[in-house]
């Protein structure tokens, strides 16, 4: 007999299971960093039939780990870009792309069910909630995998048999209290968000308040009413958006006006060194070498700028921003909304004025400044990524998957990268059970088919939950994702189409 | 800035904004000094199967100097399963026949190019064993994967004798291994200060902290601390060297030891390995390998007849999710190597897919000048 492509799977898996993958459908959801290993790794152990879902495209900054991916496909969709490659890597392979959101209502709990196994390659909290969601609906076994710098992890979770996603509860991204992003900073970071989430969105968004503590207890409502009142003079400046006076007025008022403000607060400083303000002109006055070298100080991310230095990105990016914006006022219609600028770490422009603003700030409070490359990783919430760890954990997410392919859910394990160690380069763990309080797998999960066009939530509550599942007289609440539907005192939704009420699924 | 003695005047290409735009999610990892080292490196990489194509995808894009690939075999049809950029490479020519007279470094070469066209990758198709000194004193690192005992051991001597770092590694199967000689490699840690002060002197049998400098950082002492670990070749380390000592002192760990590791031993102690599906070669390997586990000073009930009829069953096999984690940890270690900011793996990695444990042993049979005995 001819010696056959798969060879080596047929001897090592045996024939039994090499057959079985070939046969089986799988779900990859996200083809970036992990999902690149991940679809060379299921085409060529003999996964055929891949299906793959991701929304994003291409950025220069994937071609350290995507290796799918090359300079001339940035911009362009990475499910479509990853199918077209992998497919080179075993001819007998059929992957299905799809350049779309997993959250997509197509995307419904009957569709998860064609497939045998689901794997995560994603890189978000939210995304990842819905799939873990969607598989225990569906009950398909889901391969979770995650990786940070040198570190990741893979687990295999099954309905009923092992823990979900949302079995431990997760870390949810930091806020800072409002006080010490806007009177009392104390590292770098909350001179930072004080630039981008405050200052930027003050005057070139709408505020962004929501990312701080608001929390007011007795000792800081004095000061909170202050600061929404000094925001509100910040607010005024706007006006002069354009102007050759703007970059004064802005730099007068948030780094002079409102530091004397502080300063005057001898509270506030008893145990903590008080800033000093600073004048524009007397600033300015020192700059002029830092202007001469604008150009080169624009363009080098490594530097780390003096204060005269920021103050020449400061005033530069406030005028490439200004411009900007008067010209996207003048294209607008009558009845558009006003235009606004948020914050991204790739606008250099939003990025320039975030990081001259920060360190200005940062020399107020006498706190280091930072280079640009490294405010845009704060700023940006940029998660350190590599190839090595990414292969590392794709080729893990096989081996769960030869387990899960054989129903050995005992063997599958925990596995986490443990970088550095003497000892040992993974460190595994039995899958942990599920969480009898888990809010997420420990509910009963069912599903009905209905036409949601005609059924009503009458329908759903009196024939389906009382009739069908036999909740009779019980108390119960009907809640979508928009919120709560019914319940023993919320009845006006009854009568209510389905199809008017909500996104109902899984 | 001070210039440093790490630069050479020579390769002083500054790093371009371009450059640290695609490695940004790297650099922030290891740090732009790192990045600098790295992409001055010229590697060697001697076999393209699975495992070579890993390696060489994770070096290539990191953004070393050069990448040569030195195979001189065809490709072949079983080549096509795990080797990714063979397989496209066969694409490329419209099958096998597209291939005819070119050695796998030639077909896989400009593949690996497309990766990354910043990195030099070159192909080299002449036998290993026709290389001279002056070959192997050209490179700051060269890999071995797929090799026989023999040939790890007669490469490794020749790296020694260059004074060049040395990795070999194989796949089969569900398992593989990792071997690491690096000679003598200092690398310097930075890290917060514990109430104990970091003392210069031997820390293990092979590790050294050689230098010890603090520096207060605000609220933080920072120190940073440079240590050497001391490696031994191949011939002293896998083929014959005992565990550490701190095994035989406990039958716990002895017990732990992955029986892979006399499989491994004994495969490369036993070159000429009878068809191992035969009945005669299955008995004469499992003698072998239950002499080289007691020799370890393991544990019989460790050494099942399911582990060493699943070893014989993968040997010589490749398969992809096992090339990409050894591949993986592998090129990790070389990066790191280069970079010089973190501890090395010392000396052998023992690869178990079907328990997912990849183990580390500190083998050497007679350590000369490292920190001898902690």
Same mark, same amino acid.
């Given at each position: 007999?001819?010696?056959?492509?798969?060879?080596? !799977?047929?001897?090592?898996?045996?024939?039994?299971? #090499?057959?079985?993958?070939?046969?089986?459908?799988?779900?990859?959801?996200?083809?970036?960093?992990?999902?690149?290993?991940?679809?060379?790794?299921?085409?060529?152990?003999?996964?055929?039939?891949?299906?793959?879902?991701?929304?994003?495209? @291409?950025?220069?900054?994937?071609?350290?780990?995507?290796?799918?991916?090359? #300079?001339?496909?940035?911009?362009?969709?990475?499910?479509?870009?990853?199918?077209?490659?992998?497919?080179?890597?075993?001819?007998?392979?059929?992957?299905?792309?799809?350049?779309?959101?997993?959250?997509?209502?197509?995307?419904?709990?009957?569709?998860?069910?064609?497939?045998?196994?689901?794997? #995560?390659?994603?890189?978000?909290?939210?995304?990842?909630?819905?799939?873990?969601?969607? +598989?225990?609906?569906?009950?398909?076994?889901?391969?979770?995998?995650?990786?940070?710098?040198?570190?990741?992890?893979?687990?295999?979770?099954?309905?009923?048999?092992?823990? +979900?996603?949302?079995?431990?509860?997760?870390?949810?991204?930091?806020?800072?209290?409002?006080?010490?992003?806007?009177?009392?900073?104390?590292?770098?970071?909350?001179?930072?968000?004080?630039?981008?989430?405050?200052?930027?969105?003050?005057?070139?968004?709408?505020?962004?308040?929501?990312?701080?503590? !608001?929390?007011?207890?007795?000792?800081?409502?004095?000061?909170?009413?202050?600061?929404?009142?000094?925001?509100?003079?910040?607010?005024?400046?706007?006006?002069? @958006?354009?102007?050759?006076?703007?970059?004064?007025?802005?730099?007068?008022?948030?780094?002079?006006?409102?530091?004397?403000?502080?300063?005057?607060?001898?509270?506030?400083?008893?145990?903590?060194?008080?800033?000093?303000?600073?004048?524009?002109?007397?600033?300015?006055?020192?700059?002029?070498?830092?202007?001469?070298?604008?150009?080169?100080?624009?363009?080098?991310?490594?530097?780390?700028?003096?204060?005269?230095?920021?103050?020449?990105?400061?005033?530069?990016?406030?005028?490439?921003?200004?411009?900007?914006?008067?010209?996207?006022?003048?294209?607008?219609?009558?009845?558009?909304?006003?235009?606004? @600028?948020?914050?991204?770490?790739?606008?250099?422009?939003?990025?320039?004025?975030?990081?001259?603003?920060?360190?200005?700030?940062?020399?107020?409070?006498?706190?280091?400044?930072?280079?640009?490359?490294?405010?845009?990783?704060?700023?940006?919430?940029?998660?350190?990524?590599?190839?090595?760890?990414?292969?590392?954990?794709?080729?893990?997410?096989?081996?769960?998957?030869?387990?899960?392919?054989?129903?050995?859910?005992?063997?599958?394990?925990?596995?986490?990268?443990?970088?550095?160690?003497?000892?040992?380069?993974?460190?595994?763990?039995?899958?942990?059970?599920?969480?009898?309080?888990?809010?997420? +797998?420990?509910?009963?999960?069912?599903?009905?088919?209905?036409?949601?066009?005609?059924?009503?939530?009458?329908?759903?509550?009196?024939?389906?939950?009382?009739?069908?599942?036999?909740?009779?007289?019980?108390?119960?609440?009907?809640?979508?994702?928009?919120?709560?539907?019914?319940?023993?005192?919320?009845?006006?939704?009854?009568?209510?189409?389905?199809?008017?009420?909500?996104?109902?699924?899984? | 800035?001070?210039?440093?003695?790490?630069?050479?005047?020579?390769?002083?290409? =500054?790093?371009?904004?371009?450059? /640290?735009?695609?490695?940004?999610?790297?650099?922030?990892?290891?740090?732009?000094?790192?990045?600098?080292?790295?992409? %001055?490196?010229?590697?060697?990489?001697?076999?393209?199967?699975?495992?070579?194509?890993?390696?060489?995808?994770?070096?290539?894009?990191?953004? /070393?100097?050069?990448?040569?690939?030195?195979?001189?075999?065809?490709?072949?049809?079983?080549?096509?399963?795990?080797?990714?950029?063979?397989?496209?490479?066969?694409?490329?020519?419209?099958?096998?026949?597209?291939?005819?007279?070119?050695? %796998?470094?030639? *077909?896989? *070469?400009?593949?690996? &190019?497309?990766?990354?066209?910043?990195?030099?990758?070159?192909?080299?198709?002449?036998?290993?064993r026709?290389k001279d000194a002056a070959y192997f004193a050209s490179f700051?690192?060269v890999?071995?994967?797929?090799?026989?005992?023999?040939? /790890?051991a007669w490469i490794n001597d020749a790296t020694r004798a260059a004074g060049k770092k040395f990795?070999?590694?194989?796949?089969?199967?569900?398992?593989?291994?990792?071997?690491?000689d690096?000679v003598s490699?200092?690398?310097?840690?930075?890290?917060?200060?514990?109430?104990?002060? $970091?003392?210069?002197?031997?820390?293990?049998?092979?590790?050294?902290?050689?230098?010890?400098?603090?520096?207060? =950082?605000?609220?933080?002492?920072?120190?940073?601390?440079?240590?050497?670990?001391?490696y031994?070749p191949f011939g002293?380390?896998?083929?014959?060297?005992?565990?550490? *000592?701190?095994?035989?002192?406990?039958?716990?760990?002895?017990?732990?030891?992955?029986?892979?590791?006399?499989?491994?031993?004994?495969?490369?102690?036993?070159?000429?390995?009878?068809?191992?599906?035969?009945?005669?070669?299955?008995?004469?390997? $499992? %003698?072998?390998?239950?002499?080289?586990?007691?020799?370890?000073?393991?544990?019989?009930?460790?050494?099942?007849?399911?582990?060493?009829? &699943?070893?014989?069953?993968?040997?010589?096999?490749?398969?992809?999710?096992?090339?990409?984690?050894?591949?993986?940890?592998?090129?990790?270690?070389?990066?790191?190597?280069?970079? &010089? $900011?973190?501890?090395?793996?010392?000396?052998?990695?023992?690869?178990?897919?079907?328990?997912?444990?990849?183990?580390?042993?500190?083998?050497?049979?007679?350590?000369?000048?490292?920190?001898?005995?902690?």
């Amino acid at each position: 007999m001819a010696v056959a492509r798969d060879q080596y !799977n047929q001897q090592t898996l045996g024939e039994s299971l #090499n057959d079985k993958l070939k046969k089986s459908r799988v779900l990859m959801v996200g083809a970036g960093g992990i999902g690149c290993e991940l679809l060379k790794n299921l085409v060529l152990s003999g996964f055929l039939n891949v299906h793959i879902v991701d929304l994003d495209t @291409i950025d220069l900054s994937n071609l350290n780990r995507q290796f799918l991916f090359r #300079n001339e496909h940035i911009k362009k969709s990475k499910a479509l870009v990853a199918k077209e490659v992998a497919q080179t890597f075993n001819p007998e392979a059929e992957v299905t792309a799809y350049h779309d959101n997993i959250k997509d209502e197509r995307f419904g709990v009957s569709w998860f069910r064609q497939f045998d196994l689901v794997f #995560n390659a994603l890189d978000n909290l939210d995304a990842r909630r819905h799939v873990n969601k969607m +598989c225990l609906a569906a009950d398909v076994p889901l391969i979770e995998s995650g990786t940070t710098g040198f570190n990741g992890q893979v687990q295999v979770i099954k309905k009923g048999v092992t823990a +979900c996603y949302d079995c431990s509860p997760k870390e949810t991204p930091k806020s800072f209290p409002v006080c010490t992003i806007r009177s009392t900073p104390s590292q770098s970071i909350h001179c930072i968000v004080w630039g981008k989430s405050y200052l930027l969105s003050e005057i070139f968004g709408v505020s962004e308040e929501s990312s701080f503590d !608001n929390t007011t207890n007795s000792e800081n409502e004095g000061e909170i009413e202050e600061l929404q009142r000094e925001a509100a003079a910040l607010r005024n400046i706007r006006n002069s @958006i354009g102007t050759p006076e703007f970059p004064r007025l802005l730099f007068e008022k948030v780094f002079h006006t409102d530091v004397e403000r502080l300063r005057s607060m001898a509270e506030m400083w008893k145990s903590r060194t008080p800033p000093e303000s600073l004048k524009y002109d007397e600033v300015l006055s020192r700059a002029s070498d830092a202007l001469a070298s604008k150009d080169s100080l624009l363009r080098d991310g490594q530097k780390v700028w003096s204060l005269e230095e920021s103050l020449v990105v400061f005033q530069d990016s406030l005028d490439r921003l200004s411009r900007r914006i008067l010209k996207m006022k003048e294209a607008k219609a009558e009845t558009d909304p006003d235009p606004v @600028i948020t914050f991204d770490k790739d606008d250099e422009d939003t990025l320039d004025f975030v990081a001259a603003s920060a360190n200005i700030r940062s020399t107020v409070f006498g706190i280091d400044r930072k280079s640009r490359f490294d405010i845009k990783q704060m700023a940006g919430n940029i998660i350190p990524a590599i190839a090595t760890t990414n292969a590392i954990v794709a080729g893990l997410c096989i081996l769960q998957a030869f387990k899960v392919m054989k129903g050995e859910y005992d063997q599958a394990k925990e596995v986490f990268l443990t970088p550095f160690a003497p000892a040992r380069l993974l460190a595994t763990d039995r899958s942990r059970a599920p969480n009898p309080k888990c809010p997420v +797998c420990s509910t009963y999960q069912t599903s009905a088919f209905v036409d949601l066009s005609r059924a009503t939530l009458n329908d759903l509550v009196e024939d389906f939950v009382r009739l069908e599942l036999g909740y009779g007289d019980k108390e119960f609440t009907v809640n979508s994702e928009a919120g709560l539907l019914y319940d023993v005192d919320e009845t006006e939704n009854l009568p209510k189409k389905l199809s008017d009420l909500a996104n109902l699924q899984g | 800035m001070p210039p440093s003695a790490e630069s050479d005047p020579a390769m002083q290409t =500054e790093i371009s904004e371009d450059e /640290i735009a695609l490695y940004d999610r790297q650099i922030r990892l290891w740090g732009m000094q790192a990045q600098e080292k790295i992409r %001055r490196a010229n590697i060697l990489l001697i076999t393209l199967r699975a495992l070579g194509s890993e390696i060489s995808k994770n070096l290539v894009l990191a953004g /070393i100097s050069s990448l040569t690939i030195l195979d001189p075999n065809p490709v072949s049809t079983a080549d096509l399963g795990a080797g990714f950029f063979l397989s496209q490479a066969t694409n490329a020519a419209e099958g096998l026949e597209g291939l005819e007279g070119k050695s %796998r470094a030639e *077909a896989a *070469a400009p593949i690996v &190019q497309k990766l990354n066209p910043r990195v030099k990758v070159r192909a080299d198709s002449g036998p290993v064993r026709e290389k001279d000194a002056a070959y192997f004193a050209s490179f700051d690192v060269v890999i071995a994967t797929d090799l026989g005992a023999a040939d /790890i051991a007669w490469i490794n001597d020749a790296t020694r004798a260059a004074g060049k770092k040395f990795y070999a590694a194989g796949c089969h199967g569900t398992h593989g291994f990792i071997f690491s000689d690096l000679v003598s490699h200092s690398y310097v840690i930075q890290r917060d200060s514990a109430n104990v002060v $970091t003392k210069p002197g031997p820390e293990s049998a092979t590790r050294a902290v050689v230098d010890v400098r603090t520096k207060k =950082e605000g609220p933080r002492v920072v120190e940073t601390v440079t240590k050497r670990e001391t490696y031994s070749p191949f011939g002293k380390a896998c083929l014959s060297a005992p565990l550490p *000592a701190e095994f035989a002192r406990s039958k716990r760990r002895l017990r732990a030891v992955s029986p892979v590791l006399s499989c491994l031993r004994a495969l490369w102690s036993a070159p000429d390995l009878a068809d191992p599906s035969s009945r005669a070669g299955m008995e004469s390997f $499992t %003698r072998t390998v239950m002499g080289k586990h007691a020799e370890l000073g393991l544990p019989p009930e460790t050494l099942t007849p399911e582990v060493i009829r &699943q070893f014989l069953q993968g040997v010589g096999a490749e398969i992809a999710p096992v090339a990409a984690i050894l591949g993986g940890q592998l090129a990790q270690d070389v990066i790191n190597v280069l970079g &010089q $900011t973190q501890q090395p793996i010392q000396n052998t990695v023992v690869f178990d897919g079907g328990v997912m444990e990849a183990s580390v042993y500190a083998l050497h049979s007679d350590l000369e000048g490292a920190g001898a005995e902690a």
